[in-house]
């Protein structure tokens, strides 16, 4: 097995032979060793059970359980009158799947690999060459709650505010699983808990998937959860959105300086701007908004 190479080794192996003896122990162990864990779970004749699909299937499942508990706590709403009833989350739980997977499909091939998919159509199917992507996702997701909203007279924002207080329950797990597939790793660095990636070369990198695991997924989801318990912010419809949208784009644009781009891709702009940085500004600016829109309609019927 290829040594693993971090930035500080590299650099020392640069260096004259006599610099090279002071090479620490403490360098030696600047890198974790990547933890090799099958991306497969199990088969079943044909039938292979993939880490990433576990992944979506916990995350849209847990947060299906969450939204219900939201749900039945009728203080947390305006009125102490919830915007719709269980039978009404759980018809939406089919069109929350299909708007995540279509739209993260659709963006990824839209956003990253359009190039490929032209050249060969069958690759738009093909989801281990690439995956998907969030901010797909996230549109997918939006026009399946507005959809769904209207035709079941629902107040749109407030199914807004359910479901983002519960995405980051599968961002969580997404990032977990894009960890274990070895993908989306990040820079090389010589911090101490880089690591060395099958598919990244030698070299020692950020973990960036654990970063947006953390920041996207636990932080996100405690923040929102602070808001809706303790704040009340459910009874301020797209605030609880608003928030949600501010604080993705914020975490990703910041995790974005350490992830590396995709290859197909590269940076956009001085070695720094990232195609994941250019979608998430938008979204940062349609959060602001949500939220000043949330304070306003909130003061108007105060």
């Known amino acids: 097995m290829t040594r693993p190479i971090s930035i500080a080794m590299f650099r020392q192996n640069n260096r004259p032979a006599r610099d090279k003896t002071l090479e620490t122990i403490a360098t030696r162990l600047a890198i974790l060793p990547f933890p090799e864990i099958d991306p497969v779970i199990f088969t079943i004749g044909p039938l292979a059970i993939h880490w990433y699909g576990l992944a979506y299937v916990a995350g849209i499942l847990l947060g299906w359980l969450y939204a219900r ?14 915007a719709f009833n269980l039978t009404q989350l759980d018809d939406f739980l089919l069109w929350a799947a299909a708007g995540i997977v279509l739209g993260g499909r659709i963006g990824y091939i839209l956003f990253y690999d359009l190039g490929s998919v032209l050249q060969n159509p069958i690759r738009a199917i093909e989801i281990w060459n690439g995956g998907m992507s969030f901010h797909g996702g996230l549109l997918g997701t939006t026009l399946a709650i507005i959809v769904f909203a209207r035709r079941n007279d629902i107040a749109v924002w407030s199914l807004f505010d359910v479901v983002a207080t519960v995405v980051p329950i599968g961002l969580f797990f997404g990032r977990i699983a894009n ?27 950020h973990p960036s998937q654990l970063y947006e695991a953390a920041l996207e997924g636990v932080l996100l989801l405690l923040v ?12 301020i419809p797209g605030l ?18 350490f992830r590396e781009p995709d290859a197909q891709i590269g940076y956009l702009a001085g ?3 990232t195609m994941g940085m250019v979608l998430s500004l938008p979204m940062a600016l349609a959060g ?15």
């Open 69 to 82: 508990r939201i749900i039945q706590n009728a203080s947390l709403w305006r009125n102490d009158t919830p």
């Open 179 to 205: 960890f274990i597939n070895g993908e989306l790793w990040g820079r090389l660095s010589s911090m101490p808990w880089a690591m060395a990636f099958p598919t990244g070369g030698p070299f020692a990198r």
């Open 240 to 257: 609880i959105c608003g928030i949600f949208v501010c604080g993705y784009a914020a975490s990703r644009i910041f995790v974005e300086f």
């Open 271 to 273: 070695g720094w701007l």
């Open 288 to 302: 602001i908004w949500a939220i000043a829109r949330a304070r306003r309609a909130a003061a108007a019927t105060a």
């Open 224 to 235: 929102l959860g602070y808001f809706v318990y303790r704040r009340k912010a459910l009874k």
